[in-house]
């Protein structure tokens, strides 16, 4: 849930980043995102800890007055940023194709968006490649990381720098709040019926590339928003496995019920 | 935002202003109340859930009547609250998932799909759709004529409902295996409550919008919490909190009527908020913070008295005056913090200062006795009656010696039968 509020968060950084450097230069919007997003991991902590407010208050507080002054900030200055506030809703995939990138000689390099996408996948794939274990033991069994002197702390602002930057990048796609779904729903579906981490990890990314595929088919039948329908998929494969292990369980039951009855 | 129209908007003469006014006002104070209970029962973020969740009921309501009839929309919105509710429980109990992951996916699954049926009505190109996008982040301005009447009808059933069953939405949010226990119904009431949450955010997203409505549960409550511990003030003082943030709201909405109003409530209950957890007395984070250094100042005032009449009791001088060596050669204490507790000390009566050296006035002596005397009673206390070898008892009254009260030092004194010497035959002093 802290990835959920840190993606609501990060909308006053990306914004105050846009109003003072005036550009939609990608690294500063990353930079004033990564930073909300570990000060809202930190005010939650502070919150909890010194103030003594139940966690999840502590993460409803911070995460809506954040997000609030995000909008705010946007409507006061919409003339001058080309920000609004159903892109942050969520946000324009239809649109990424549009903003391309002119290299120096003026030559058409593509999609902008393509870019930094690729670069934070290539980040995130950097950063789980190489923190594999240490994430795994640090979530899995936080008392044996730490004494094996595996510092929680770093992994956690390390694990929550990186939910930042991704929004990001995902941020002008599919917006601030769906962003939320394309984080939790297909690891959440992989984990149904998955029992090893890598399995699962295999799952996830296959689950989140037919989601975007089929989503974008989706969107295109009815003219809707491509994150909207993205999430409505994800969301119909969610419950068609969680259905599915339900009837599995069921029979698994059953079939061990007429055993023990014959 | 000038003078003139702020005395426009607070003289009340444009009935389209009371309208605004009342409406918004009931909208946030009634969510408010109900948020109380939400909050005591750790469910705030199941209220975020909600509140996006009522995005496609809208839509699909919109969708299938073809107006905007706020009673239609409201009925949608409450079907497709109630359903996430229901989910949410469902994938909980019956997988493994966890509950906040479970409240993520419900909450930006429903969104989704709210958003993907936003974008099919904007593009279907139908002329009455305009201002269904108001109810994503709140226009309190639209709070007139019809929709003023049904919002502000639902919010008045909202408070009523909670004044009557206060009793029993209190009992359950603290304690609900006592509430079986006493036969009430606490599934019943269980669901009362739900449909109370389902529709505080149903008839928030008017003035709120679904985006930001959780905060209009979850911040007031929060906020009450740090100014008292009784539920019935908290629930008053958190429906002040949300009727004045639903007051800016209608002021922001009269000044830039373009602006969405969701976000000023919110920034408004926000900023509230922030100024209970830091300034509020006994809970905010500042006076805990004072609190907890009085504490650790007036222990290091006991243990330096208590020290200071150790040395006189070697030496049997009492009232000798000690020079700083002699102190720390007695017990070390960090050099500052033993000079301020000097200090204090000296103010408050209990030792006088002369070249460099302290001694102890007469009522300083005494206090340095109790506190010894005190340490002593309770060594004694726990290897008699606790059967605790006398070489572990010395840790445990360091810290009891700085909180008994005279009660239980007379109690002490009782059970002991006034005992002459503690378990390590040190003499205790009366």
Known sequence: ?262 | MDLETFKTFFSFSDPNIISVVIGAVLLTSSSAVVGIFTFLKKKALVGDAVAHAVLPGICLAFILSGNKNPVILLIGAFITGWLSLISLDYITSKSKLKEDTAIALVLSVFFGVGILLLTYIQHSGNAAQTGLDSFLFGKAAALVGRDLWIFSGVSVTLLLTVSFFFKELKLIAFDSAFATSVGLPVRAIDQLLTTLTVLAVVTGIQAVGVVLMAAILITPAAAARFWTHSVFKMTIIAAIMGAFSGLTGAYVSFIAPAMPTGPWIVMVISAIALFSFFFAPKRGVVSRYLQQRQLQQSIMDENLLKELFHIGEVDHQPFKARSLKAILEERYFPKNVLLQSLKRLKTEGYLTHKNGSWAFTKVGHKKGKRMVKLHRLWELYLSEYLKIAPDHVHEDAETIEHVITPEIEARLEQMLSFPQEDPHQSSIPY
Not at chain 1, 45 to 72: E, M, R, S
Not at chain 1, 204 to 221: D, E, K, Q, R
Request: hydrophobic share 55%; with cysteine; glycine share 8%.
């Open chain 1, 1 to 262: 849930m802290v990835g959920d509020a840190i993606s609501h968060a990060v909308l006053p950084g990306i914004v105050l980043a846009f109003l003072l450097t005036g550009s939609r230069d990608s690294f500063e919007m990353i930079a004033g995102a990564a930073l909300l997003g570990l000060f809202t991991t930190f005010f939650i902590q502070f919150l909890n800890k010194k103030a003594k407010l139940q966690t999840d208050a502590a993460i409803g507080v911070t995460f809506t007055w954040l997000f609030a002054l995000g909008v705010i900030l946007i409507s006061v200055y919409a003339g001058q940023i080309d920000l609004d506030q159903e892109c942050v809703l969520y946000g324009e995939i239809a649109y990424v194709p549009l903003d391309v990138w002119f290299n120096d000689n003026g030559v058409n390099m593509g999609p902008r968006a393509l870019y930094v996408a690729s670069i934070i996948l290539l980040i995130n794939l950097v950063f789980v490649g190489f923190g594999y274990k240490q994430l795994h033991i640090t979530t899995f069994d936080p008392s044996y990381a730490a004494t094996i002197g595996i510092s929680l702390g770093l992994w956690n602002y390390l694990l929550m720098g990186a939910v930042s930057i991704t929004t990001v990048a995902a941020f002008e796609s599919v917006g601030a709040i769906l962003i939320v779904a394309l984080l939790v729903v297909p690891p959440a579906t992989a984990y149904l019926f998955t029992e090893k981490l890598h399995h699962m990890i295999g799952v996830t990314v296959v689950i989140a590339l037919i989601n975007s595929v089929a989503g974008y088919y989706l969107a295109v039948a009815i003219n809707g928003s491509i994150a909207g329908a993205i999430v409505t998929v994800s969301g119909i494969i969610f419950l068609l496995v969680f259905v599915f292990e339900r009837l599995k369980i069921r029979a698994f039951i059953r079939t061990k019920d007429l055993i023990s009855q014959s």
